[in-house]
């Protein structure tokens, strides 16, 4: 595993003189406390700064700041490199906010010279192109699969006296590379892949910054598992991420013993599918080192489990519902147990649990108000369980967070249409109406609008990126729809064809067109697949992860 110090507190990096190196900006379309937290981010320091012959620095953009170098306080317009991570939807704006602030042209057609605008992350192998007018290249991919040679790459090119164009033709061939324009598409997202052991996670993410700023306090965050072997058919991290990937134990002993963080977060997609969670809760007990866990799955909860995590001070379970009913659920791939659940919620009310709070998603596609009776029942079914509001005999109270479906790309729902704000204000108050008879339950609800702002993005082309570029002028995407022409519902109100051509077809991730296609009329028909096989992708081949086909 490549590892590179970490700093806790205010331990700062090293500030690398240019001389002879390839000055980088890695930037991050937030604060310092959404820096501190983000694994992805921290995974591309850790690589980059590993190499000498780089002078890399951290950027935080903040709102209505110009952009400068965390360490040095060099301006963003000194580094020749500038690469951004791109983890939501919602981060265009932020990212064009940023080169607006530090004077750089705004588009790529109008930066002939230096800098490369490079961008990164999960929406480099989601859909990139709301944003693609205004980057010269892309890393699809996971960083440990190449970034750091591209990156080398660049280096030796810039050095030699190269233009910027030279530069950009010179690795638009290499893996994982997209440069508009001249890579050839689709590009295959790049994949860090362990030797002989497919099903390992061969360079887990950690904390590079261990800060008191950090959205997650003080608390050193590790990956022990990458992609989620479930494939429900809402999310985009069960698709792009595969093939599901599980870290060793002795590797992240090892990790924790030459780091000694005080407190450590555990983060992964199905943490209780890792065979070896408890032994290592219990090594990190033993050792009196603090530790939370970022989710469980209602059929991973055990007593054991949950003795474990209330002698570390765990107060609020967190568990997702998705959606209202049965039916939607198994139309859903959502592999839940009902009777699981209430094990789960009567468990955490024997145990001393104070909170439950319960993820749902409503909005979709075939929803009818009868999955929110069976919702009602469900509810009064947990609220018995865990005996819900009825003072120390059981959780005090539970909070039900409900979000619309928001359909991603590269997932079966990438076809679907998305949810009216009518349809999902009425969804909203039949969930409330749920809840009106239950004591101690609360609901929590996303803005409808901004969730169908999510959705234009995700869905978009690059003909939203004037909509981006308004939006810096006028300070936010809901100002700046109110005078773009485009038509939100082209984007969003329709069933997508079989054979439509979509924006992210420039990528590639590795899961074919025809599995998620197959998977989309199974939703349909409300029938169940089965998860990925722990003996990997090559004892199974249906998505097409490994066999180049059409994954039949």
Known sequence: ????????????????????????????????????????????????????????????????QAPKAEDSGRPLTAFPVIAFSLCYEEDYLPVAAALTAAGIPLTRAARPDFPIILGGGPLSFLNPTPLLPALDMLFVGEAEAG???????????ALAGADKAACLAAVADMPGVLVPGRSRTPVARAVAACPGAATELAEPAHSCFVSGHAAFRDMFLVEVNRGCPYGCRFCAAGYVYRPPRQARLDALQALIEDVSPRKVGLVGTALTDWPDLLPF?????????????????????????????????????????????????????????????????????KHGVNH????????????????????????????????IGHGKRGVAHATLSVNPLVPKPFTPMQWAPMASVAAIE???????????????????????????????????????FPLVAQAVT???????????????????DRERGKDEAFPWDIVDIGVSREFLWREWERYRDGVTTAKCPPAGCQACRRCGIYSGGDGA
């Open 281 to 349: 809760l219990s090594w990190l007990q033993a050792r009196g080192t603090k530790f939370s866990l970022s989710s469980v799955r209602a059929d991973g909860i055990t007593s054991e489990l949950l003795a474990i995590l209330r002698e570390v001070g765990l107060r609020t379970l967190t568990l997702a519902l998705e959606a209202p009913g049965e039916r939607l659920r198994r139309a859903a791939n959502k592999h839940l147990s009902v009777e699981a659940l209430l094990r789960a919620v009567s468990l955490a009310g």
């Open 356 to 387: 439950l709070k319960f993820y749902l998603i409503v909005g979709w596609p075939g929803e009818v108000p009868e999955d929110f009776d069976e919702l009602a029942l469900l509810l009064r079914d947990i609220a018995a369980a865990a005996s």
């Open 147 to 157: 970034l750091a040679a591209v990156l080398a790459a660049l280096r030796r090119l």
């Open 474 to 492: 006028a300070g936010s995407f809901r100002r700046a729809l109110k005078s773009w022409d485009g038509d939100i519902a082209a984007y969003l």
């Open 426 to 464: 009425a969804a909203y108050a039949r969930v409330r109406a749920a809840v009106k008879p239950l004591r101690g339950f609360k609901v929590e609800v996303e803005n409808a609008s901004a969730a169908r702002l999510q959705g234009l993005l995700a869905r978009g082309d690059e003909a939203l």
């Open 1 to 64: 595993m490549t590892r590179a110090k970490v700093h806790f507190g205010l331990d700062r990096p090293e500030v690398r003189d240019f001389g002879g190196r390839l000055p980088v900006a890695l930037a991050v379309p937030g604060d310092v406390g959404l820096a501190l937290s983000a694994l992805g981010w921290q995974a591309a320091w850790r690589l980059l700064v590993a190499d000498p012959s780089l002078a890399v620095e951290r950027v935080f953009c903040r709102p209505g």
